[in-house]
């Protein structure tokens, strides 16, 4: 069975283009920018993994990575920053036990791909 993603970041053109990718390699994925959206997918849904960008208008990945954890504690979280220091933010927040994984802006898709592809074994 598929793995079932959620994708969420307020770049909409970079969330729409690794969504279409993570299709292509047989992901089920739901992706939005719009953070209304996000709430009631979180709600509606179980995700076995999520690819969420640290920072955006409203709230971070670590907030969304909050809920969805209360809701699926195994689902694997992945935060995406162009943020410098972001291991040292997670600390701060108290969310090393929350996050799988970082993948650093820009990024390779490639390394997109592993990441997903080490964490979601098993």
């Known amino acids: 069975m598929p793995k079932k993603i959620l994708l969420v970041d307020d770049d909409l053109q970079l969330c ?7 299709r292509d390699e047989g992901y089920l994925v739901d ?6 959206e996000v709430e009631s997918l979180i709600r ?9 960008d640290y920072k955006m208008p409203r709230f971070t990945g670590i907030d969304l990575l909050r ?4 809701k699926n504690p195994a689902c694997v979280g992945i935060i995406v920053s162009g943020r410098p220091f972001i291991e ?11 996050v799988s994984g970082i993948i650093e ?17 098993g």
């Open 16 to 22: 729409d283009e690794v969504a279409e990718i993570l």
């Open 31 to 36: 992706n939005t920018s719009d953070e209304n």
């Open 88 to 98: 040292k933010t997670i600390q701060e927040q108290n969310a090393v036990t929350l």
């Open 44 to 52: 509606n849904n179980d995700y076995d993994l999520c690819l969420l």
């Open 105 to 121: 802006k820009p990024f390779e898709i490639a390394s997109v791909l592993n990441k997903i592809k080490e964490l979601s074994r």
């Open 67 to 70: 809920k969805i954890k209360n």
